[in-house]
């Protein structure tokens, strides 16, 4: 079945720091990708939704400019978490599909972040 | 108010016992998805369903869209299947077509 490959698993890093999440589509190609952020016990939410080739959709509430998302193909999206603070620390995931498609979409592994 | 609301939050059952899990949400959609979480945090599509019933293995899903509402049962389950199992839809609006809505997910123990 299809994978989606998510990179890193798990980030731990010093506050200031920028962490580049890497989400991959391995054997189909996926129009849109979701990135969502979790938190201990909690459900998942939507931060933004990504289109290839044009500017990823954020959710209200989310700062486009403190989570940049590029999705340059058909295969890759990246999440770039700029100057993460600890209240950035948490579980993030992604998920590629088609977004009018009646397919599933397919979820990464997810990315635990750490900032100390 | 959620868009997805599920029950129960957590479950614990002895392994062998039958396993329900429901979900009712309240917006339009056009397919429903069980998902299952596994501590690490992976996510793996369980079931997506618009009409009727689907099974797979010992997991039967079941919707009913003039309900809006769904179940995922798990027959003879075994301590391999404590998970948190999420439901979600995806909505048929034209605004947020595509976007999937989540329920807050249920832990499931089963105990050997």
């Known amino acids: 079945g299809a994978v989606v490959s998510q990179h890193p698993s798990r980030v731990i890093c010093k506050s200031g720091t920028s962490v580049k999440i890497e989400c991959r589509s391995l054997?189909?190609?996926?129009?849109?990708m979701f990135w969502y952020r979790q938190f201990p016990k909690q459900s998942l939410m939507l931060m933004a939704t990504s289109n290839e080739g044009s500017k990823a959709t954020y959710e209200q509430g989310v700062e486009k400019d403190k989570f940049l998302i590029n999705h340059a193909s058909l295969t890759l999206s990246t999440l770039t978490v700029t100057s993460a603070h600890p209240e950035d620390s948490s579980f993030y995931i992604c998920?590629?599909?088609?977004?009018?498609?009646?397919?599933?979409?397919?979820f990464g592994d997810g990315t635990r972040l750490s900032i100390l | 108010k959620n868009e997805v609301e599920q029950s129960p939050q957590n479950l614990t059952a002895q392994e062998g016992e039958f396993i329900t899990i429901n979900c009712s949400y309240s917006v339009g959609i056009s397919a429903l998805h069980w998902l299952q979480q596994h501590p690490g945090g992976g996510i793996v599509s369980l079931f997506m369903l618009s009409s009727g019933k689907k099974k797979h293995g010992r997991l039967i899903a079941t919707i009913n869209i003039q309900e809006k509402h769904s179940s995922l049962h798990i027959t003879a389950s075994h301590p391999r299947d404590s998970a948190v199992y999420i439901c979600?839809?995806?909505?048929?609006?034209?605004?947020?077509?595509?976007?999937?809505?989540f329920g807050r997910g249920t832990q499931l123990t089963v105990w050997p």
């Open positions: 054997d189909f190609q996926a129009t849109t």
């Open positions: 979600a839809v995806r909505s048929d609006r034209g605004s947020t077509l595509g976007r999937l809505y």
């Open positions: 998920s590629a599909g088609r977004q009018v498609s009646n397919q599933p979409q397919h």
